[in-house]
T-cell receptor
Framework: KQEVTQIPAALSVPEGENLVLNCSFT??????LQWFRQDPGKGLTSLLL?????REQTSGRLNASLDKSSGRSTLYIAASQPGDSATYLC????????????FGKGTLLTVNP | NAGVTQTPKFQVLKTGQSMTLQCAQD?????MSWYRQDPGMGLRLIHY???????DQGEVPNGYNVSRSTTEDFPLRLLSAAPSQTSVYFC?????????????FGPGTRLTVL
């Protein structure tokens, strides 16, 4: 059974700092990995999707990497801003369960002005 | 293009009542799914559908029914609400083929069962 773990559970940083969020998964037979952002009381917004054959994806100040063999992904946020404050969720689509995303519990990020 | 819409946004039920959570998408996505989000548990898959007339169970299906009569709509029915079903419910959709399958989520329905 696929399990996804996100560390840390919460992170507070000053504005302008570069930061890394971590995601690990137990079954390396994944189809893809997706990072989402969730604002309080809102739905999930997709940030980046990495196919199993890819090593990284970039969008603006966000960079996500994937090391499938070690079961790890990182989300790098450059020059953080107060507007980046949210919960960040990692989810994997496993090769053995083609229709299911397995989610981590998220990292609550607070960027202080 | 409204994306994925859900109604209602908030609902309070008494134990034993039934209700239907509505979900609709206008992106012609074959795949639709329902998740529930609980504190400390993350998001868990309830039911999913890969097209009209085809549904299947996720990891926490008990107490819920679904049907898919059209590509656009995927309602979730609570047959006899229980306090354990207090949660935030999210509907999601994505294309079935192609592989570059970003999931699109609705804004959620916050359900309280008393």
């Amino acid at each position: 059974k696929q399990e996804v773990t996100q560390i840390p559970a919460a992170l507070s940083v000053p504005e302008g700092e570069n930061l890394v969020l971590n995601c690990s998964f137990t079954d390396s037979a994944i189809y893809n990995l997706q990072w989402f952002r969730q604002d309080p009381g809102k739905g999930l917004t997709s940030l980046l999707l990495i196919q199993s054959s890819q090593r990284e994806q970039t969008s603006g100040r966000l960079n996500a990497s994937l090391d499938k063999s070690s079961g790890r992904s990182t989300l790098y946020i450059a020059a953080s801003q107060p507007g980046d404050s949210a919960t960040y969720l990692c989810a994997v689509r496993s090769g053995g369960s083609n229709y299911k995303l397995t989610f981590g519990k998220g990292t609550l990020l607070t960027v202080n002005p | 293009n409204a994306g994925v819409t859900q109604t209602p946004k908030f609902q309070v039920l008494k134990t034993g009542q039934s209700m239907t959570l509505q979900c609709a998408q206008d992106m012609n996505h074959e795949y639709m799914s329902w998740y529930r989000q609980d504190p400390g548990m993350g998001l868990r898959l309830i039911h999913y559908s890969v097209g009209a007339g085809i549904t299947d169970q996720g990891e926490v299906p008990n107490g819920y029914n679904v049907s898919r009569s059209t590509t656009e709509d995927f309602p979730l029915r609570l047959l006899s609400a229980a306090p354990s079903q207090t949660s935030v419910y999210f509907c999601a959709s994505r294309p079935l083929a192609g592989g570059r399958d970003t999931q699109y989520f609705g804004p959620g329905t916050r359900l309280t069962v008393l």
